[in-house]
């Protein structure tokens, strides 16, 4: 049984830091691309960042990019999504997902077949 089990959201000023952790389970994951998304109330899931698991290729939302680095530690099994100078517009829930690696790294949401149950993140002013 696939599972992604994600952590370390929370509550933070602007201008701090917060790690998500994503640990993936129940197969290889070798050939998946994993994935961070976030969301607000009302919203649609909203891409942040991808990387393929098995050469490490990487993109990122222009919203994020140079400020949320992505990780892998393959031992682990466990992706991290490092988010630096948070702001109020990072405000969301943020889930992890996994998809085949196959095709672009930026899928769209539909195209990720599994997910993780979500983490919040609120960033005050």
């Known amino acids: 049984q696939v599972q992604l089990v994600e952590s370390g959201g929370g509550s933070v000023q602007a201008g701090e830091s917060l790690t998500l952790s994503c640990v993936a389970s129940g197969r290889d994951f070798s050939s998946y691309s994993m994935g961070w998304f976030r969301q607000t109330p009302g919203s649609e899931r909203e891409f942040v960042a991808a990387k393929r698991w098995s050469e490490g290729a990487t993109d990122y939302a222009d919203s994020v990019r140079g400020r949320f680095p992505l990780f892998r530690d393959n031992a682990k099994n466990t992706v991290y999504l490092q988010m630096n100078n948070l702001n109020t517009e990072d405000t969301a829930v943020y889930f992890c997902?996994?998809?085949?690696?196959?095709?672009?790294?930026?899928?769209?949401?539909?195209?990720?077949?599994?997910w993780g149950q979500g983490t919040q993140v609120t960033v005050s002013s």
């Open positions: 997902a996994a998809a085949s690696q196959y095709g672009g790294i930026r899928k769209p949401a539909w195209e990720y077949e599994h």
